[in-house]
């Protein structure tokens, strides 16, 4: 595959995700290694983007700027979200028809299990799971959720950015199997990551599981691993669905929050009045005056009266100014910190390129558009940016993953004893921090839900929804129809509608967080969890921390629903 070029050639290392599967409906990391043949450097700008079987684009494209010496390599990074869509990716770094090379398909999968390499520490000799090399893991953790688990017997060379984001992968749920070396020692890690130095055999950081095995790389097998509780995830695909693809579902339901609120009645009424005199009324002054003198003037007039009539109709509704609108997803990854999921829709009242960041040290953007081109950029990574060209009085949607720091809520288990089948008798306390404002309250465990209700800083859990009653088709119907119904504003500005609506989105972002089988197009069975977890969603409004950076979109509002993960009481498996 490896092709000459006029600047750079693509050769077979090509990496989609961390075991070259990428997980759907979510953000997966692709690598691809890239050779500069020419006796000149290549400084320049390389795109990544979708191309269907039909030819053309879809989609934004994903620009990175790039440096190679003269006869030298290096590794490239996109971060790119993967929905539905099932065709080509096509890299381009130039204008000619030799500047450009199409990517090998990835397949889809599970979130990856895999042995991470260490170049100078026998590299992948020994190893009998999948590997990974430990210098290509993404520096931030928003491009780690295809990552489910890892196993290590020596101690990576990472730089902070490397490490914390390693870190907070951890504390967000991943799973690390530390092993013995080739002199029976285990890893000793640095800053960031000394909390993987304990002598514990299982314990928790965060909400992630550390386990450290009395064996070698050798002995780490599948088989074992699945003997040990940690079988691979199964992927289920195109069973039974109920909601087939989150983000349009959320997209439509943003985009009718921004949209101008015309008097579409109104206008409809005077549209009818109009067609009745121009037509009819004309006739019949034309016959009544037996000259189409009067005809012609009364065609005149009706037409310049309700051009006006309609055009001050037409304003009434316009937004003053740009808007924007988002429903986000934050997960608890430690210390007031969260990693973030949101999806946008904004409204501008001019035409031009508007420049989409967030506060977040990486952010990553996508359009998710699977069926048309879009006429934007995206530049993730360390200061990430969406260029994005809106047209006048016109929306746009796209995705957004990043992290985000806030106030922690200080939400501690004070109570409860829990089995493996029933939530019993658990009660919560929050901190100052809490939010006052709180839409919906759920407690998961062990495939069953739970609401939450709430008595000054103390929570209680309710009686239990089973899983399969969460979601339901009858959910996302209502939801689709209450969007339909918002779009002739019949009930807009209605605050038990805007509950309801977020009651719904709460319990599809819900299933969404656990891998709620039987509901999504792709679902991932994952690995065994502590018995012990309690996941507690809150759902509320979302702060300024949440924000676009831009003095353009000063109104952005929406909801967020915040996870985190509690555990009981368990000899087994402590926390930290």
């Known amino acids: 595959m490896r092709t000459c070029a006029f600047a750079l050639s693509v050769g077979e290392d090509v990496i989609w995700g961390f075991g070259n599967q990428v997980v759907p409906g979510r953000v997966n990391p692709v690598f691809v290694r890239v050779f500069n043949d020419r006796p000149a450097s290549f400084a320049g700008t390389i795109h990544l983007f979708a191309v269907p079987n ?190 087939h693809d989150v983000q349009s579902l959320f997209f439509d339901y943003l985009r009718s929050q921004v949209r101008a609120k015309h008097p579409w009645i109104a206008i409809f009424v005077i549209m009818i009045i109009y067609i009745a005199m121009v037509g009819p009324g004309n006739g019949y002054v034309a016959r009544k005056r037996n000259t189409t003198t009067w005809a012609t003037v009364c065609y005149l007039g009706i037409v310049v009266l309700f051009s006006a009539v309609f055009a001050i109709m037409g304003g009434y509704g316009n937004k003053d100014s740009a808007s924007a609108r988002a429903v986000s997803v934050a997960r608890s990854i430690g210390n007031g910190t969260y990693d973030v999921t949101q999806w946008y829709s904004v409204f501008v009242t001019r035409s031009g390129t508007y420049d989409i960041r967030h506060a977040s040290d990486h952010n990553t953007y996508a359009t998710c558009d699977e069926m048309h081109a879009v006429n934007g950029i995206s530049r993730g990574g360390l200061d990430g940016v969406l260029h994005l060209s809106i047209p006048l009085n016109s929306s746009s949607t796209f995705l957004h993953r990043g992290v985000v720091k806030i106030d922690d809520f200080e939400m501690r288990l004070v109570e409860g004893t829990g089995n493996s089948n029933i939530l019993a008798g658990v009660a919560f306390e929050t901190g100052k921090n809490f939010p006052e404002k709180v839409i919906a309250m759920w407690a998961y465990h062990q495939g069953v839900y739970y609401p939450i209700s709430r008595e000054g800083n103390r929570l209680s859990v309710g009686e239990p929804v089973d899983g399969e009653n969460l979601v339901t088709h009858k959910t996302t119907s209502d939801f689709i129809y209450r969007r339909h119904s918002n779009l002739l504003r019949i009930r807009a500005d209605d605050p038990d509608d805007t509950r309801t609506y977020a009651d719904e989105m709460a319990r599809i972002l819900m299933a969404r967080s656990v891998n709620q089988p039987d509901v999504f197009r792709h679902t991932a069975t994952l690995d065994t969890v502590d018995p012990r977890r309690v996941r507690v969603f809150i759902m509320t409004e979302r702060t300024s921390a949440f924000a676009i950076e831009s003095n353009i979109f000063k109104d952005d509002k929406g909801l967020v629903i915040y996870e985190e993960d509690l555990f009981m009481e368990s000899p087994q498996a402590q926390r930290i």
């Not at 096509?90 to 170049?119: C, H, I, N, Q, S």
């Not at 950015?161 to 390693?166: D, E, N, T």
């Not at 055999?201 to 386990?211: A, Q």
Request: aromatic share 12%; charged share 30%.
């Open 54 to 243: 039909v030819g053309g684009r879809v989609g934004e494209r994903m620009a990175q700027e790039c440096y190679v010496s003269p006869f030298t390599e290096r590794w490239l990074q996109f971060s790119v979200y993967v929905g539905n869509y099932w065709g080509e990716w096509e890299l381009e770094w130039g204008k000619g028809a030799f500047d450009r090379e199409r990517l090998k398909k990835p397949r889809r999968g599970t979130p990856a299990r895999v042995f991470l390499t260490v170049a100078d520490q026998r590299g992948t000799r020994g190893v009998n799971i999948k590997a990974f090399p430990s210098d290509l893991l993404p520096p931030d953790v928003s491009s780690l959720e295809g990552l489910r688990s890892v196993a290590l017997d020596a101690v990576p060379r990472w730089e902070p950015a490397r490490r914390m984001a390693f870190l907070q992968w951890i504390r967000g749920g991943g799973i690390v199997h530390l092993l013995e070396d080739a002199d029976g020692r285990y890893p000793q890690f640095g800053e960031h990551l000394d909390v993987l130095n304990r002598d514990d055999d299982r314990y928790h950081v965060g909400s992630g599981l550390i386990i450290r095995h009395l064996i070698s790389r050798r002995d780490l097998t599948d088989e074992y691993l699945a003997d040990q509780g940690f079988p691979e995830p199964a992927f289920q695909e195109d069973g039974k669905v109920v909601v």
